[in-house]
């Protein structure tokens, strides 16, 4: 599996942005789904994850309420919708799968797309 990541870029404090991940591979809903973030000095963390079915979702506490991670079989692309931006949510912004349930811990993933930098302005 092949996975590109697109979507990020510079906004203000506030605003939105919306990451996309197309993975170029047929049994696209085998693969369970998530994104991960590196902010500068940091280690990379969870963010939100799906699965093949995209009927469960799981987020990191401090993105609920204002992140959305969703999945587009038909496109084979997944989406993360990020709302209320924060300057903390500044960071490289990874799409990553698996073929099984979500994992939490980078890990556990053994397929990862090249990162996207979302910069937040405060």
């Known amino acids: 599996v092949q996975l590109q990541a697109s979507g990020g870029g510079l906004v203000q404090a506030g605003g939105s942005l919306r990451l996309s991940c197309v993975a170029a591979e047929r049994s696209f809903s085998r693969y369970a789904m998530a994104w991960f973030r590196r902010a500068a000095g940091k280690e990379r963390e969870f963010v939100a994850g799906?699965?093949?079915?995209?009927?469960?979702?799981t987020y990191a506490d401090s993105v609920k309420g204002r992140f959305t991670i969703s999945r587009d079989s038909a496109k084979n692309t997944v989406y993360l919708q990020m709302n209320s931006l924060k300057p903390e949510d500044t960071a490289v912004y990874f799409c990553?799968?698996?073929?099984?349930?979500?994992?939490?811990?980078?890990?556990?993933?053994?397929?990862w797309g090249r990162g996207t930098q979302v910069t937040v302005s405060s």
């Open positions: 990553a799968a698996r073929s099984m349930s979500v994992g939490l811990g980078p890990f556990e993933y053994d397929i």
């Open positions: 799906i699965r093949g079915s995209g009927m469960s979702t």
